[in-house]
């Protein structure tokens, strides 16, 4: 299994910064790529990036130019820094991690953490 932990949410003021963190564990040397998703209230959740082990990254068109995927391997984290906030970007944030265990391949969710835009 992987577990996966999210961390950096917080209040922030329209035209803030934030930077999210994705800790992963367990097998984390299985894990073959990451993303982070987000969900508004009421709404379905949307993909923002992925990342691959490899370093290839892949980002929904909306949201390039804001949002930059990263990763360290070396801490099994992955990153999303989002620059320019606005209060549409509001919602619930969530990695996950797609990784072989035996011949599956399996996906893992985070808890999720709360970003806030607003004045």
């Known amino acids: 299994q992987v577990q996966l932990v999210e961390s950096g949410g917080g209040l922030v003021q329209p035209g803030g910064s934030l930077r999210l963190s994705c800790a992963a564990s367990g097998r984390s040397f299985s894990i073959t790529s990451m993303g982070w998703y987000r969900q508004a209230p009421g709404k379905e959740r949307d993909l923002i990036a992925t990342?691959?082990?490899?370093?290839?990254?892949n980002y929904e068109n909306s949201m390039k130019g804001r949002f930059t995927i990263s990763r360290d391997n070396a801490k099994n984290t992955v990153y999303l820094q989002m620059n320019g906030l606005k209060p549409e970007d509001t919602a619930v944030y969530y990695c996950?991690?797609?990784?072989?265990?035996?011949?599956?391949?399996?996906?893992?969710w985070g808890q999720g953490t709360q970003v806030t835009v607003s004045s």
């Open positions: 990342i691959t082990s490899g370093g290839s990254t």
């Open positions: 996950n991690a797609y990784y072989w265990y035996n011949t599956r391949h399996l996906v893992s």
